[in-house]
Structure formats: C-alpha cells, structure tokens
C-alpha cells in the first residue's frame, strides 16, 4: 500500500528533525555519522509517522498524535482505539533501504514500555515523499515468535516482512471518527 506524503507532514517532519537532533538519544549507531546523520533519520522516521497519520485519516480512524515536546523520550507514536474504546499505543518502524527486511523493537523497549501495534514502512527518497506500508505486527506477535537478534547495537525482537499483517485488515478493528 503506497501512501504519498503530504507537503504540510513533510514540513512537520523537517522542523522536528531540526529542533531534535541535539536532544536524541546517542545509545543507537545509526547516528555515527553525526548531527547531520542524525537530522536525516530523525526526519526520515518522523516521515513515516506522517504516512501513518495520512494512513489513519484517509481510513477514518480515530487517533491521537504523540505531542511530547522535542527534548524528552516518546512513548508512542500514535494512540489508536478498538471498538471497545481502548486505548491503543502505535509504533511506526521506517526503513530507507530495499535489503531491510525485518522489523525491529528492543528488548528494553518491549520491557519498559511496549507498544500494541507497530506498523512498518519503506521510505523513498522520491519527490515528493511516499512509503509503502510493508505491514503491521502486534506485540503478541514478536513475544509469541520470540525472536531475538544482534546484529551489533541491542537485542532486539525481530519479524521478518513474511510475518507482518496487511495493513488492510486492522481497520475495521479500529474506532472510526
């Protein structure tokens, strides 16, 4: 599923990068290349939460948008609802390069704070903007594969693209707006 990405979300995604680089964690080596490295990713992650976000508002789902300001930690990207009304907390994985193949989340992360959905996506580095949306795994799913690599930074369950869901089939387990 392609989503292009709207000239107001990738506006959005550029002053976040700007006003971020200096406050993000320095624990994950795909910054090694400094502040600039640093800019990049964050601005190429936050594009693939705005895909989701358009994602979420072209299916008419309700969702709330993480507002923690620039300096501090997240602890979601989105919060989405089921039709019983509970909260649900998204997390959007971006990747830049066709070899990747996998979707990611720590061990620490799973632990301390664990989301309910992730959602991965494959960014282009096309004008404008666009991602396709790989899939879509549960936390129920990377703990009941149990799954876990190093590949040189953190552990880090894993699925693979073959185990993610279509992203087709979360939205009718969604609330609408």
């Not at 600039?36 to 358009?54: H, M, P, V, W």
């Not at 998204?90 to 066709?98: C, L, Q, W």
């Not at 009941?144 to 387990?173: A, C, M, W």
């Amino acid at each position: 599923m392609r989503i292009y990405i709207d000239k107001v979300f990738q506006k959005e995604a550029k002053e976040y990068a700007i006003i971020s680089k200096s406050f993000t964690s320095k624990r994950h080596d795909f910054y090694e290349g400094g502040l600039s490295d640093k800019q990049r990713t964050l601005f190429e992650g936050k594009l693939g939460e705005k895909a989701i976000k358009q994602f979420f508002i072209d299916h008419k789902i309700k969702f709330k948008e993480d507002q923690s300001s620039h300096d501090e930690a997240d602890f979601y990207d989105f919060i989405v609802y089921d039709l019983k009304g509970n909260e649900l907390k998204v997390e959007v994985k971006t990747r830049t390069k066709i070899s990747y193949i996998r979707t990611l989340e720590s061990v620490e992360q799973m632990k301390n704070n664990p989301k309910d959905i992730y959602f991965s996506v494959k960014l282009y580095d096309t004008k404008p903007f666009c991602v396709d949306v790989i899939g879509y795994g549960l936390k129920e799913d990377f703990l009941s594969i149990n799954r876990i690599e190093n590949k040189g930074d953190l552990d880090n369950y894993v699925l693979y693209d073959k185990e993610l869901k279509n992203p087709k089939l979360i939205i009718p387990t969604l609330q609408k707006i």
